[in-house]
C-alpha cells in the first residue's frame, strides 16, 4: 500500500498522470515534466521510458530461416542444455541449443512452447509452458527465465539440470495474436515471472520501428532483487521515454525504496492505466493465482479467459479489453 504523506502529496497531480495514460502516442518533443509528475503521483514508483540506383543488381529475396518449433502434430522435440546463470536466489536462466545452429525457435508473438518431464518415480509426465526470453530471431538457441517454486515438480527439474541435460518441447502454443498497432495503448499487469510474456510483447512492438503502439509496465515482486529483467526495461525507458512507462511494486520494500510497497492497488492502476473509456486499448495479466484473483480473476482453461472480475472490473474495463496470459 501507499505511504499515506506520500500519496496525500501526490494527489493534486494525479490528474497529469492521467492525461499522459490517456492521450494518444506523441510524435515528437520532450514531455518530461509531464513523465516526472506521473511518477510523483505514485510516490516516485516510476521509470519513464517508454536508395539505390536503377542499375543496381537483381537481388533475390532470402529464404525464410528454418524453425526448430513447428506446431501441428510435430510433437516434442529434445533439446539440450547449454549454459546455465544464476538470475537471484530463486531464478536461472536456461540456455537450450536448437536442433541446428541456423533455426530460429519459429515461435511468434504472442506464443510460448510447452515442456515437459517425467522422473522416473512419477506415473505421469509434468507439463509445463515457458515463454522464452530469447529474441524470435535469435538463431541457435532459446533461453527460458524460472524461477523456482518449493511445491513445483518442473521448476525444481529445471534448477536440477546441469549443461548437457536435454529436456523435451514443443511449440509454439499460441496465446494473443499481434499485429502491428493494433492497440494504440496497452498496459501490462504482471507479478513474478508473470513478466515474461510481457516481455516478449514489449520487444516485439519497439523492435518494429513502424509499431507506435504506447505501452505502460506495472510490475509486482516481494523484494527488489525479485524485479525480473529490469535491465532490459530500463533500456526500453531509456530508448522510448515517450512511449513506455514502468512502475514497479514491491510487497517487502527497504527504506531506500522510492515506489509504492504492498500489493498492486486500485488507487495505482486507476492512476496509471489508460481510461477504460478509451476505444482502443488493451490490458495483459500475468502472475501468481492471488495477483490474478485480484486484478483480473483468473482463467479457466488456455481457451477460455473466464469472467472479468476483481480491481479491473471495479475501474469499468470490459472483459474484451483484458487478456489473460
Not at 511518477?39 to 543488381?57: E, L
Not at 530460429?104 to 509426465?125: C, F, M, Q, R, W
Not at 512507462?245 to 492497488?265: E, H, M, N
Request: hydrophobic letters at 35%.
Amino acid at each position: 500500500m501507499f505511504a499515506r504523506s506520500a500519496f496525500r502529496a501526490a494527489q493534486p497531480l494525479k490528474s497529469q498522470a492521467r492525461r499522459y495514460a490517456t492521450e494518444s502516442a506523441p510524435k515528437g518533443g520532450s514531455n518530461a515534466l509531464l513523465y516526472a509528475a506521473g511518477a510523483a503521483a505514485i510516490g516516485g514508483a516510476g521509470y519513464w521510458y517508454f536508395g539505390g540506383s536503377s542499375a543496381a543488381p537483381k537481388i533475390e529475396a532470402a529464404s525464410p530461416p528454418k524453425v526448430a518449433f513447428a506446431g501441428g502434430d510435430q510433437g516434442f522435440i529434445s533439446l539440450k542444455l547449454s549454459e546455465v546463470e544464476n538470475v537471484n536466489h530463486n531464478t536461472k536462466r536456461f540456455r537450450f541449443e536448437l536442433p541446428e545452429g541456423d533455426m530460429v525457435s519459429g515461435l511468434h508473438i504472442a506464443s510460448a512452447i510447452l515442456t515437459k518431464y517425467k522422473g522416473p518415480n512419477d506415473e505421469k509426465a509434468t507439463l509445463r509452458p515457458y515463454t522464452p526470453i530469447s529474441d524470435e530471431s535469435d538463431k541457435g538457441f532459446i533461453d527460458l527465465l524460472v524461477k523456482k517454486y518449493p511445491d513445483g515438480p518442473m521448476s525444481t527439474h529445471l534448477h536440477n539440470m546441469e549443461p548437457g541435460q536435454r529436456l523435451d518441447m514443443k511449440g509454439p502454443l499460441p496465446k494473443y495474436k499481434w499485429e502491428e498497432n493494433k492497440h494504440d495503448h496497452i498496459a501490462l499487469i504482471a507479478g513474478g515471472t508473470g513478466i515474461t510474456p510481457m516481455y516478449q510483447l514489449a520487444r516485439a512492438i519497439f523492435n518494429n520501428p513502424n509499431d507506435k503502439t504506447k505501452v505502460t509496465l506495472v510490475f509486482g515482486n516481494v523484494t527488489e532483487q525479485d524485479i525480473l529483467l529490469k535491465k532490459e526495461f530500463e533500456h526500453l525507458e531509456n530508448t522510448y521515454p515517450q512511449r513506455f512507462r514502468a512502475f514497479y511494486v514491491l510487497d517487502k520494500p527497504p527504506q531506500s525504496w522510492p515506489g509504492p510497497g504492498g500489493f498492486i492497488t486500485k488507487d495505482l492502476l486507476k492512476t496509471v492505466l489508460p481510461e477504460p473509456k478509451e476505444e482502443n486499448v488493451k490490458l495483459f495479466v500475468c502472475g501468481p493465482p492471488g495477483l490474478m484473483k485480484a486484478i483480473s480473476g483468473n482463467k479457466v482453461s488456455p481457451k477460455d479467459q473466464g469472467e472479468l472480475t476483481g480491481i479491473l472490473k471495479e475501474l469499468g474495463y470490459k472483459e474484451d479489453q483484458v487478456y489473460k496470459f
